[in-house]
């Protein structure tokens, strides 16, 4: 798949998992620091690799609803997205991660919203990234 590029993000990495990393326009400048977990320091106030994945996706998921309502007609009213990525050990001996997106469309018939979901998984481009790649698991549910 070949894309007409109409914005590039650019970011930094110095030091790996336990270094830092910066944006280019400095907005975002982060300490790294591998979790307990994983054999690492898990240095308070930092960040990792997962948890900044974990946040695009989300946020990106979350404006895929977006088109997905837009596209069917419909107004989102406090439309939430939780992502969670796990980090292990793959089956091939080497490392992978996996995606738990939690969607919650409040307002909305239980099929609708998983409906509006799987619009929004087609359409978003950090699914369509790693479609085939991790494994993804989407809960949606309805909760005030």
Do not use: W
């Amino acid at each position: 798949m070949k894309i007409e590029k109409i914005f590039t993000a650019q970011a930094l990495a110095k030091g790996g998992r336990d270094g830092h990393v910066s944006s280019n326009n400095n907005v975002l400048n982060l300490t790294l620091s591998t979790p307990k977990e994983m054999g690492g320091p898990g240095k308070a106030g930092a960040t990792n690799p997962e948890q900044l994945f974990a946040a695009g996706y989300a946020a990106c998921f979350e404006g895929a609803l977006g088109v997905a309502a837009r596209q069917a007609n419909v107004r989102l009213n406090n439309v939430t997205v939780e992502a969670l990525i796990g980090f292990g050990q793959a089956t091939d001996g080497g490392y992978g991660i996996s995606a738990d997106l939690h969607v919650n469309l409040p307002g909305f018939e239980q099929k609708q919203a998983e409906e509006l979901v799987e619009a929004a998984h087609g359409i978003c481009p950090y699914s369509r990234a790693t479609k085939g790649n991790i494994e993804v698991s989407l809960t949606t549910t309805t909760n005030a």
